[in-house]
Protein backbone atom coordinates (compact mmCIF):
# COMPACT_ATOMS: atom_id res chain seq x y z
CA UNK A 1 0.00 0.00 0.00
CA UNK A 2 1.01 3.32 -0.66
CA UNK A 3 1.88 5.52 2.38
CA UNK A 4 -0.56 8.04 3.44
CA UNK A 5 0.46 11.72 2.96
CA UNK A 6 1.17 13.19 6.76
CA UNK A 7 -2.64 14.96 6.69
CA UNK A 8 -4.72 12.12 5.96
CA UNK A 9 -2.11 9.58 8.13
CA UNK A 10 -3.06 12.36 11.32
CA UNK A 11 -6.33 13.13 10.86
CA UNK A 12 -7.00 8.68 10.30
CA UNK A 13 -5.41 8.66 13.65
CA UNK A 14 -7.33 11.05 15.08
CA UNK A 15 -10.58 9.18 14.16
CA UNK A 16 -8.91 4.89 15.06
CA UNK A 17 -8.10 7.04 18.93
CA UNK A 18 -11.48 8.38 19.06
CA UNK A 19 -13.19 4.80 17.75
CA UNK A 20 -10.57 2.64 19.69
CA UNK A 21 -11.53 5.30 23.11
CA UNK A 22 -15.54 5.12 22.28
CA UNK A 23 -15.26 1.12 21.75
CA UNK A 24 -13.61 1.21 25.70
CA UNK A 25 -16.54 3.51 26.68
CA UNK A 26 -19.27 1.20 24.84
CA UNK A 27 -17.68 -1.85 27.16
CA UNK A 28 -17.01 -0.13 30.58
CA UNK A 29 -20.83 0.94 29.31
CA UNK A 30 -22.47 -2.62 29.05
CA UNK A 31 -20.27 -3.82 32.22
CA UNK A 32 -22.01 -1.27 34.05
CA UNK A 33 -25.25 -2.35 32.44
CA UNK A 34 -24.50 -5.99 32.53
CA UNK A 35 -23.41 -5.97 36.36
CA UNK A 36 -26.95 -3.74 37.08
CA UNK A 37 -28.59 -6.77 35.44
CA UNK A 38 -27.20 -9.51 37.24
CA UNK A 39 -26.96 -8.15 40.43
CA UNK A 40 -30.38 -6.32 41.13
CA UNK A 41 -33.34 -8.69 42.20
CA UNK A 42 -35.77 -5.96 40.68
CA UNK A 43 -37.42 -7.06 37.30
CA UNK A 44 -38.02 -3.50 36.14
CA UNK A 45 -34.27 -2.85 36.68
CA UNK A 46 -33.15 -5.82 34.85
CA UNK A 47 -35.98 -4.81 31.86
CA UNK A 48 -34.29 -1.56 31.75
CA UNK A 49 -30.68 -2.68 32.27
CA UNK A 50 -30.89 -5.51 29.24
CA UNK A 51 -32.97 -3.39 26.54
CA UNK A 52 -30.11 -0.56 26.98
CA UNK A 53 -27.68 -3.26 25.87
CA UNK A 54 -29.14 -4.69 23.23
CA UNK A 55 -29.48 -0.98 21.92
CA UNK A 56 -25.88 -0.28 22.29
CA UNK A 57 -25.37 -4.08 21.33
CA UNK A 58 -27.18 -3.50 18.18
CA UNK A 59 -26.32 -0.24 17.10
CA UNK A 60 -23.21 0.30 18.19
CA UNK A 61 -20.56 -2.35 19.20
CA UNK A 62 -20.49 -3.71 15.62
CA UNK A 63 -19.93 -0.25 13.40
CA UNK A 64 -17.68 0.82 16.06
CA UNK A 65 -15.91 -2.49 16.44
CA UNK A 66 -15.54 -2.66 12.56
CA UNK A 67 -14.27 0.68 12.19
CA UNK A 68 -11.60 0.55 14.79
CA UNK A 69 -9.98 -2.66 12.82
CA UNK A 70 -10.34 -0.97 9.28
CA UNK A 71 -8.85 2.89 10.95
CA UNK A 72 -6.30 0.81 12.68
CA UNK A 73 -5.57 -1.72 9.67
CA UNK A 74 -5.34 1.17 7.05
CA UNK A 75 -3.25 3.04 9.26
CA UNK A 76 -0.78 0.16 9.72
CA UNK A 77 -0.19 -0.41 6.09
CA UNK A 78 -0.13 3.52 5.33
CA UNK A 79 2.54 4.61 7.35
CA UNK A 80 6.10 2.93 8.52
CA UNK A 81 4.73 0.76 11.31
CA UNK A 82 3.35 -2.06 8.82
CA UNK A 83 0.95 -4.38 9.81
CA UNK A 84 3.84 -7.40 10.62
CA UNK A 85 6.51 -5.32 11.62
CA UNK A 86 5.99 -4.57 15.29
CA UNK A 87 4.80 -7.06 17.56
CA UNK A 88 2.74 -4.28 19.37
CA UNK A 89 1.16 -3.64 15.99
CA UNK A 90 0.36 -7.37 15.41
CA UNK A 91 -0.68 -8.31 18.26
CA UNK A 92 -2.93 -4.78 18.66
CA UNK A 93 -4.53 -6.28 14.99
CA UNK A 94 -5.29 -9.75 16.02
CA UNK A 95 -6.39 -8.76 19.57
CA UNK A 96 -8.69 -6.96 17.55
CA UNK A 97 -9.49 -9.00 15.04
CA UNK A 98 -10.45 -11.85 17.71
CA UNK A 99 -12.63 -9.07 19.71
CA UNK A 100 -14.63 -8.33 16.85
CA UNK A 101 -15.59 -11.50 16.12
CA UNK A 102 -16.41 -12.10 19.89
CA UNK A 103 -18.59 -8.91 19.91
CA UNK A 104 -20.79 -10.00 17.14
CA UNK A 105 -21.26 -13.63 17.48
CA UNK A 106 -21.10 -13.57 21.32
CA UNK A 107 -21.75 -11.11 23.10
CA UNK A 108 -24.65 -9.49 20.58
CA UNK A 109 -26.64 -13.16 20.93
CA UNK A 110 -26.27 -13.19 25.02
CA UNK A 111 -27.08 -9.85 24.82
CA UNK A 112 -30.79 -10.39 22.31
CA UNK A 113 -30.94 -13.50 24.93
CA UNK A 114 -31.15 -11.10 27.94
CA UNK A 115 -33.74 -8.68 26.28
CA UNK A 116 -36.16 -11.13 25.18
CA UNK A 117 -36.34 -12.15 29.09
CA UNK A 118 -34.50 -14.72 29.07
CA UNK A 119 -32.15 -15.78 32.78
CA UNK A 120 -29.86 -13.04 32.94
CA UNK A 121 -26.36 -14.83 33.69
CA UNK A 122 -22.82 -13.80 34.44
CA UNK A 123 -21.56 -13.84 31.25
CA UNK A 124 -23.61 -10.23 30.56
CA UNK A 125 -20.75 -9.58 33.13
CA UNK A 126 -17.66 -12.14 32.11
CA UNK A 127 -17.72 -10.52 28.45
CA UNK A 128 -17.73 -6.57 28.75
CA UNK A 129 -14.80 -7.31 31.77
CA UNK A 130 -12.97 -9.22 28.90
CA UNK A 131 -13.44 -7.00 26.50
CA UNK A 132 -12.13 -4.25 28.80
CA UNK A 133 -9.08 -5.68 29.85
CA UNK A 134 -8.58 -6.47 26.67
CA UNK A 135 -8.83 -3.00 25.20
CA UNK A 136 -6.93 -1.27 28.15
CA UNK A 137 -4.01 -3.73 27.33
CA UNK A 138 -4.67 -2.52 23.66
CA UNK A 139 -4.14 1.10 25.04
CA UNK A 140 -1.63 0.44 26.94
CA UNK A 141 1.12 -1.28 24.51
CA UNK A 142 -0.23 1.52 21.77
CA UNK A 143 1.33 3.99 24.01
CA UNK A 144 4.52 1.39 25.48
CA UNK A 145 5.15 0.46 21.99
CA UNK A 146 6.70 -3.03 23.49
CA UNK A 147 8.68 -5.75 22.08
CA UNK A 148 10.39 -4.65 19.35
CA UNK A 149 10.49 -6.24 15.56
CA UNK A 150 8.80 -9.39 14.08
CA UNK A 151 11.33 -11.52 12.31
CA UNK A 152 9.69 -9.50 9.56
CA UNK A 153 10.42 -6.36 10.26
CA UNK A 154 14.16 -7.53 11.56
CA UNK A 155 14.42 -9.32 7.93
CA UNK A 156 12.80 -5.29 6.15
CA UNK A 157 15.32 -3.16 8.36
CA UNK A 158 18.16 -5.21 7.61
CA UNK A 159 17.65 -5.26 3.87
CA UNK A 160 16.79 -1.97 3.78
CA UNK A 161 19.92 -0.80 5.55
CA UNK A 162 22.21 -2.09 3.13
CA UNK A 163 20.43 -0.99 0.05
CA UNK A 164 21.17 2.72 1.99
CA UNK A 165 24.87 2.44 2.04
CA UNK A 166 26.58 5.17 0.43
CA UNK A 167 29.90 5.12 -0.84
CA UNK A 168 32.13 6.96 1.25
CA UNK A 169 33.68 8.95 -2.12
CA UNK A 170 29.80 9.46 -3.20
CA UNK A 171 26.71 10.47 -2.67
CA UNK A 172 25.35 8.14 -4.61
CA UNK A 173 23.67 4.31 -3.18
CA UNK A 174 26.11 1.61 -3.58
CA UNK A 175 23.47 -1.34 -4.09
Not at 37 to 50: K, L
Request: proline share 5%.
Amino acid sequence: MKPLKRPVRRGLLVAHVAVSVSWLGLTVGLLALGITAFATGDPATVGAATRAMKIFGDWLVVPVALLALVSGLVLALGTPWGLARHRWVWTKFWLTLITTGLSVFSLRPGIDAAAVGKAVDINLVIAPSVATATYLFITAISILKPWGLTRRGRRLRFSASSAKSVDARSPRQTA
